[in-house]
Structures are given as C-alpha cells and as structure tokens.
C-alpha cells in the first residue's frame, strides 16, 4: 500500500509512505487486527506497527475505536492523529456513499 501526502521527511519518498500490511485477525463485527511494515532508509520512520479496529454497535450506525501500538517514533502523536483522523473521516464517507 502507498500512502500519498503532503511532503514530509524520513518516508519511503518525499510525499509517500509505502507499508506491506497484512491481517493478523478478523472477527466478523468485532474486530480487525493488522499489522503494517513501513519502509524507510530513517529507523525512526522504520518498524512494524499494529492497528487493532475495534467495532461495536451503536444507535445509527457503527463506533470505530482504533488503537495504534508500536508507531514509529519519528511519527508524531499530533500527526499520527491527523492521519487516522483523515482515514476515518474517508472510511465513513465511503461507507455512507455506499448505502445511500
């Protein structure tokens, strides 16, 4: 998977980031658990971290808890939220343009 974004150091290219992702475990409307590799020359922006979807019903709909472990320390806090914050914000737009 590449992830595209404004230019930043220390990704896979100026304004990329290019991780192999893979399923660790999936429970159907439960959970989703995977783990992605980032490829970077900076070991700060380099490793294995782990995304764990936690989903539970909710009136109208679904609520999405998402725990990152093991983020890459070069990966700031402030702009590790942003980005789920931007991923989330699409997943729900892609999800509602579905079942309108």
Same mark, same amino acid.
Request: zero cysteines.
């Given at each position: 998977?590449?992830?595209?974004?404004?230019?930043?150091?220390?990704?896979?290219? +100026?304004?990329?980031?290019?991780? @192999?992702?893979?399923?660790? /475990?999936? #429970? =159907?409307?439960?959970?989703?658990?995977?783990?992605? $590799?980032?490829?970077?020359?900076?070991?700060?922006?380099?490793?294995?971290?782990?995304?764990?979807?936690?989903?539970?019903? +909710?009136?109208?709909?679904?609520? @999405?808890?998402?725990?990152? /472990?093991? #983020? =890459?320390?070069?990966?700031?806090?402030?702009?590790? $939220?942003?980005?789920?914050?931007?991923?989330?914000?699409?997943?729900?737009?892609?999800?509602?343009?579905?079942?309108?």
């Amino acid at each position: 998977m590449t992830l595209t974004f404004a230019a930043a150091s220390g990704k896979s290219t +100026a304004n990329t980031d290019v991780v @192999v992702g893979r399923f660790v /475990e999936l #429970v =159907p409307r439960q959970r989703i658990v995977q783990a992605f $590799e980032f490829e970077s020359s900076d070991p700060a922006f380099a490793g294995t971290m782990t995304m764990r979807w936690v989903l539970e019903a +909710a009136e109208g709909g679904t609520n @999405v808890t998402v725990i990152a /472990e093991n #983020v =890459p320390p070069g990966i700031s806090p402030a702009d590790h $939220e942003v980005g789920m914050n931007s991923s989330l914000a699409h997943l729900a737009a892609y999800v509602e343009s579905r079942t309108a």
